[in-house]
C-alpha cells in the first residue's frame, strides 16, 4: 500500500451538504392529490412506451383522464405491445407531431382540456404551437418552466428555473419567470420559498450580467414587485445549497444552505444543472411549464413513468392553487 493510500484512508471527510437518509419528496405531492378530481389532459402524441405508460399510470392513479392525441390506430398498436389498454379514453386523431400540437392546443383552449402532457415529440415542437402569441396558449403572463426536484443530498424540495424555455432571460423576464416559481412553491406547499438568485460568485461585478440582475431583483423584492418568497443573490450554488460552505465564506442571509428555489442565469446552466443532479446525483424530477393558460406538463423523451407521474401530480396541485385564488 502506497504512502498516499495510507493518507486518503485516514481522512475524515466533512462533507458540506448533509445527506439524509432515505429522503424523499414526491411520495407527498401523491398523497396531496388523492382527494383531487382528475385534471382532463390533453396527452400530445404519446408514440413511445414511456410517454404511453406515464399517461395510462397517472390516469390510473386519478390524477388525469387522458384525451390521448395522436395516430389512434398506432396508439392502439403500442398499448397492445405493452400489454395495456386504452379502451375507453377519447382519441384525437393527429397524423404529424405538428398537428397533435395544434389539436391539444385547441383542446386547451376551447376548455376540453384543464391540462396539456408532451408525449414523445420534441419539447420545440410543442412549444412552439402552445406559445404562439393569437393561436397558443398565452395567458398575458410570461411562459417559464420549473423542474421540481426530489434530491437525495439535499432535505428539502428543490425548485431549478427556468432550464426549458427561456434561453436568455433579461431582468424583465427573470421578474416573471421569479414569481411564477414562488406561486408554484406556494402550491407545493411551502408558504414562503427562499429564492437564490444563482451566479458564479456572492458579489456584484459589473463584467457579470447575472449578478447585476440578482441585485436588482432582491431590490424589487425589497419594492414588493415580487412578493411571496425570500430572495438573495447573487449567490453561488455551493451557498445556495450548503450552510458550511456559507459559514467558510462568511455568508450570513435567511436563503443561505436553505434554497427552495434556484434560479439560474439561462437556460443552459439551468438544464445542466438539472440534468447533472438527476444524472449524477441521483435525484428524480418532475418537470411543468408555468404562465400559460392550463399547466403544461414537460418532460424530456427520455424521462421514466414515473417523472411524468409526479409531474401530473404537480400540475394538479397547481390546478387546484389556482382555480382557488380565482374564486
Not at 141 to 160: C, E, G, N, Q, W
Amino acid at each position: 500500500m502506497s504512502d498516499l493510500a495510507t493518507l486518503v484512508e485516514s481522512v475524515t471527510i466533512d462533507p458540506l451538504v448533509g445527506h439524509p437518509q432515505d429522503y424523499h419528496v414526491f411520495h407527498r405531492f401523491l398523497e396531496r392529490c388523492r382527494e383531487l378530481p382528475a385534471l382532463t389532459t390533453a396527452v400530445c402524441w404519446p408514440m413511445s412506451e414511456v410517454a404511453l405508460g406515464g399517461a395510462l399510470e397517472a390516469a390510473a392513479a386519478g390524477l388525469i383522464e387522458p384525451v390521448l392525441v395522436g395516430d389512434g390506430a398506432a396508439i392502439r398498436k403500442l398499448a397492445q405491445r405493452m400489454g395495456a389498454s386504452v379502451e375507453g379514453y377519447p382519441v384525437v386523431e393527429a397524423a404529424t407531431e405538428g398537428e397533435a400540437a395544434q389539436a391539444s392546443v385547441d383542446l386547451c383552449r376551447s376548455g376540453k382540456a384543464q391540462a396539456m402532457m408532451k408525449g414523445s415529440l420534441h419539447t420545440d415542437e410543442l412549444m412552439r404551437v402552445a406559445m404562439a402569441r393569437d393561436t397558443g396558449l398565452r395567458s398575458g403572463k410570461r411562459i417559464s418552466h420549473v423542474f421540481v426536484m426530489d434530491t437525495p443530498a439535499y432535505d428539502r424540495t428543490l425548485l431549478i428555473t427556468d432550464a426549458a424555455i427561456n434561453i436568455e432571460p433579461d431582468l424583465e423576464d427573470k421578474v416573471h419567470i421569479v414569481q411564477n416559481a414562488i406561486n408554484l412553491a406556494h402550491a407545493l406547499g411551502i408558504p414562503e420559498p427562499k429564492v437564490a438568485l444563482l451566479s458564479a460568485v456572492e458579489t456584484v461585478n459589473p463584467k457579470i450580467g447575472s449578478t447585476l440582475d440578482a441585485a436588482a431583483l432582491c431590490k424589487m423584492a425589497d419594492r414588493k414587485q415580487i412578493t411571496g418568497g425570500i430572495l438573495d443573490g447573487p449567490l453561488a450554488f455551493d451557498t445556495a445549497v450548503s450552510e458550511k460552505a456559507a459559514a467558510i465564506k462568511g455568508l450570513v442571509s435567511p436563503v443561505t444552505g436553505k434554497a427552495d428555489i434556484l434560479v439560474v442565469p439561462d437556460l443552459e446552466s439551468g438544464n445542466m444543472l438539472a440534468k447533472q443532479l438527476e444524472y449524477l446525483g441521483g435525484a428524480q424530477l418532475a418537470g411543468i411549464v408555468l404562465g400559460a393558460r392550463v399547466p403544461v406538463i414537460l418532460t424530456s423523451r427520455a424521462d421514466s413513468a414515473a417523472t411524468r407521474l409526479t409531474s401530473c401530480a404537480v400540475a394538479a396541485l397547481l390546478h387546484q392553487a389556482e382555480q382557488a385564488a380565482q374564486s
